[in-house]
Each structure stands twice: as C-alpha cells, then as structure tokens.
C-alpha cells in the first residue's frame, strides 16, 4: 500500500482554518505596508527637513516613528509569525513547497527585516545626535531594507498565484519561480497601497499636532500622497489583473461576491474623498477620525482584497501544483514532484492516508457519515466550513438538500471528474462518494425543504465490496 503525505487536518469550527490564516494575514498586510510605506516616507521628509532647514520634520519623523514601534513593528512581529504558525498547521504542504523553493530568500529577507528594525531605532534616537549626512544615510538604508522585505515577499506570493516561468516546471531554479509577469504587477500594486495607508495611519500622529501651521503642511502633505497613491493603485488594478492564471478570471468573472468590486470602489472613493477633505480643511485630521479610517481600510479594503487573493488562486494554495486540500496536483519535474491524482484514483483518499483511523478506511453502512465527516474535513475543509458560518459554509451550496443519491451525482460529476475550474480533482471512488455524500445529506438537517432525509441502507450496501475490490 503507498501512503499519500496528507497530515491530520486542522479545523476551527465556526469559522474554518482557512479564515483564521485570513484574518492574521489582513491585520499583518496593514502594520507591514504602513511600516514599509513610512520607512521610504521618513526618507523622503528627513531629506526635505535638512534641505529647508525644518527641524519640525524631524520631529514628526520621531513621533510617527515612535507610534509605529508599538503598531507596526511590535504588532507586525507578532502578526507575523502568526501567520507562520496557522499556516503550517492549516496548509503544512502548502509551507513546504515555499520552504523548499524559497528558503534562502526568506533568510534574505530576515537580513533585511533585522536591518529595518535597527533602523527605526536609529532613525528616531539618533536625531541631533549624528551630524545630518549620517542621519540622512540611515533614512536611506532603512527605507530601502524596508522595501526589500516587501520586494521579496512579494516574490514568493505571486509564486503562489503562479511560478514565474513555466519553465519552473520543468528545470526548477528559484528565479524561474519568483520573477513571473505577476511579480511586478503586485509589486507596483502593493507599492501604491502601501502609501496609502502610510497616509491613512499617519493622520493619527498628525491629527495630534499642536502647531496649527505644521499642523497644516504635514496635513496637506500625507492626503497628496495619499490621493495620489489611491488613484495610482486603483489604475494598476487593471494590470494586477490581468497577470492572473486562466482559472482567476473566471472566478473573478463568476464567483468573487457581488459586493466585492463594489466594496474596493466604495473604499477607495470614501478614502479618496477623506484625503480631499483633510487637504481643504486640515482641521478636519483628528485621531480619532484617521482611527475610524484606518478600520475602513483594513474592513473594506484589505480584508476583500485578500479573501478575494486567496479565492482567485483556486483551486491551488501554492504554485499551481499543490492543491488548497493538500494534495499534490501534478507532476513537477523541476523538483522531482509527483502528482499524487494517479495513486488516490486507485486506492482511494482513505487507503492513501496513513492517519486514518483504520475503521474508517473501508465504508460500511453504519460508518459512512463518520467516513463522510472524515473525507470533508480532508478533501473540502481547506475552502469550506463545515458550519453554518465561516468560509464558504459547505451545507449552504447543496441548498439543503437531504438525497444522498443525488449529492453523490453531484460529487461524483464535478469533483471527481475535476470538472470545475475552481475546486481541486477530487478523486473518490463510489463508495467514498457516497459516504460523503450521506455525510453532506445529514448536514441540512434543519431545512424545510427536505424535512425527511432518505434511506440509504441500500447503497451503503451496494458501495461495501467497491473499496473492498480497491485494497
Ligand atoms: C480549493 C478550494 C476548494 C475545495 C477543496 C473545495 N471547494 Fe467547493 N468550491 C470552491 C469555490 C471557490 C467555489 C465557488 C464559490 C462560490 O461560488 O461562492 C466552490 C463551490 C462549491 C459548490 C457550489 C456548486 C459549484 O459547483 O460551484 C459545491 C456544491 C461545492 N463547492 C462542494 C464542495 C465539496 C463537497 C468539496 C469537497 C469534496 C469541495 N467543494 C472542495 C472551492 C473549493
């Protein structure tokens, strides 16, 4: 018998793993932009304030600074290895993919990461104390290691959307896998946004500014870059999107929510319009207000952004080769990878999977709901929740349907086959199938369409001796 690598699977009821990665990654995308997108900010104004001699830039550099010690940096660093730890545990395949073609950059990327968190030190406690030329060079550094970070992530999420080159398939080779069409696309795209919320976030120091004409000019200075980079990264939209993998546009044309593109064009107008506000009347800029904002931000604009990152790169988590279920989904030659496709049609998910209980590995009548449970929180938990709540609810999909037979058709006509663009091949032989099914069939127990759910003896029967004849 040949294993399949599948590990236990992690699942959070209510909500699903998937949404849990979801929500520390959305909160982490708004500390780590500001942080990346203040760092070349503070460069920007050190110059400025050396130049026209305008000690009070400084000042706001340090204050802005000191705020983003506590919101970025210490909440970016606990974000950040949240994000490591739900991954790991809610796609380790997934991790292990980018582990294996990426470690060295993300090594690279600590080099930098380290050099940014020395740097906003030395970039707020070294004021007046190192002459100006120094000073300025530390601005420098550290907003380029910042961008560096970025730079390097970036690369290996898009590789996740897709490899690079194609030719990654076939030689492997890291550069093959990172610089892809999507690579610069996001990386503009993110660039623009980034200073958005450098904008967004430093009105909350800003608002607090005593000095009513500094007030006024670090006012007027945030809302043009944060107009400015707001209509730039709603023009590079169209690019980003057009990088996409086939598979993206259809669920981008089909199946992203309706209030999707109507929340980013409501989010972007109302902080476009927020900045147009802030600019004609800077008395305008409170704390409290650049708060509310910064929430509108991360509600409705990160937070679609990256549930919708995550739907368009269906049915795959990773490089267009491992499936968001876990499994590997085709051969890659460039790293000795095999698809595991071949191996489940023949033996089934349960006989492939080493942590099976061994009752659940053959269907019998009276195991088939518990087999059934067994193979959604395996094959379909990734992308769907198995309650009412949470990502895409499973039992909402069949409508509250309680016929076994003809979820099994369903099962067996779309997933087995592979048939949709969007969810993975999902090879379950008949007797799998059904159990699923019974499982599916027994979660719609409250609907009023189907108040009676169907026997299903018969088949349960009929499917025993189908995964029999598999072993
Ligand atoms: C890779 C992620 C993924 C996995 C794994 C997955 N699905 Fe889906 N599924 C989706 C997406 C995305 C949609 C479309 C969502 C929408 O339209 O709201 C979808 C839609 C559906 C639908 C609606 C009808 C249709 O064909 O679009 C059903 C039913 C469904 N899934 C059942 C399942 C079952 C059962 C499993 C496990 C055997 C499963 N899915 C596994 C991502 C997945």
Redesign the pocket.
Same mark, same amino acid.
């Given at each position: 018998m040949d294993y399949v690598g599948l590990y236990p699977v992690w699942y959070e009821p209510g909500i699903g793993s998937g949404w849990i990665v979801g929500l520390i990654a959305t909160v982490h995308v708004l500390f780590s932009h500001t942080a990346v997108g203040a760092a070349l900010f503070f460069a920007y104004l050190a110059h400025t304030a050396y130049r026209r001699d305008q000690p009070e830039l400084l000042d706001f550099i340090k204050r802005y600074g000191l705020f983003l010690l506590v919101f970025s940096y210490v909440l970016g660093s606990i974000t950040g290895p949240g994000i490591w730890y739900s991954t790991t545990v809610a796609s380790p395949r997934g991790i292990s993919a980018l582990i294996h073609s990426f470690v060295w950059k993300w090594a690279t990327e600590w080099v930098f990461f380290v050099i940014e968190v020395v740097g906003v030190y030395m970039i707020i406690y070294l004021v007046g104390k190192v002459d100006r030329a120094t000073h300025l060079r530390i601005s420098v550094i550290f907003g380029l290691a910042s961008y560096g970070t970025m730079l390097i992530i970036i690369g290996i999420l898009s590789f996740m959307m897709w490899p690079g080159k194609p030719e990654w398939f076939t030689e492997g080779g890291y550069l093959n896998g990172f610089y892809g069409a999507n690579t610069f696309a996001q990386l503009a795209l993110r660039t623009a946004f980034m200073f958005t919320m450098t904008a967004v976030v430093g009105g909350i120091v800003a608002g607090a500014i005593k000095d009513t004409a500094f007030k006024r000019e670090i006012t007027r200075k945030l809302a043009l870059l944060g107009m400015a980079s707001a209509v730039i990264g709603g023009l590079l939209f169209q690019w980003y999107m057009a990088t996409l993998p086939e598979t993206a546009e259809v669920?981008a044309q089909?199946?992203l929510?309706e209030w999707f593109s109507l929340s980013l064009v409501v989010a972007l107008s109302v902080i476009f319009a927020w900045f147009a506000a802030t600019w004609l009347r800077p008395g305008l800029l409170t704390p409290a207000l650049a708060s509310a904002m910064t929430l509108v931000v991360l509600v409705f604009g990160l937070w679609p952004e990256e549930t919708a990152r995550e739907?368009l790169r269906?049915?795959?988590v990773a490089g267009q080769y491992v499936?968001?279920?876990q499994v590997i989904a085709r051969d890659v030659p460039g790293l000795g990878i095999r698809s595991e496709i071949p191996l489940l049609e023949r033996q089934g998910f349960q006989h492939s999977q080493v942590f099976v209980p061994q009752r659940l590995k053959t269907v019998t009548a009276e195991n088939a709901a518990e087999v059934g449970h067994s193979?959604?929180l395996t094959?379909?938990s990734?992308?769907?929740s198995l309650s009412d709540t949470g990502m895409?609810p499973?039992a909402g &999909?069949?409508g509250g349907n309680r016929d076994v037979a003809e979820i099994q058709v369903? $099962?067996q006509g779309?997933?087995v086959t592979g048939n949709?663009l &969007?969810?993975?091949h999902?090879p379950?032989n008949d007797a799998e199938a059904f159990a $699923?099914a019974s499982f599916?069939a027994g979660m719609n127990r409250t609907s009023p369409l189907h108040p009676e759910p169907r026997r299903v003896a018969v088949n349960a029967t009929a499917a025993t001796p189908v995964t029999q004849s598999q072993e």
């Open positions: 669920i089909n199946r929510p739907s269906k049915p795959y499936y968001s279920n193979l959604a094959t379909c990734n992308c769907h895409r499973l &999909y069949f369903y $099962l779309a997933l949709t &969007y969810m993975p999902i379950l $699923l599916i």
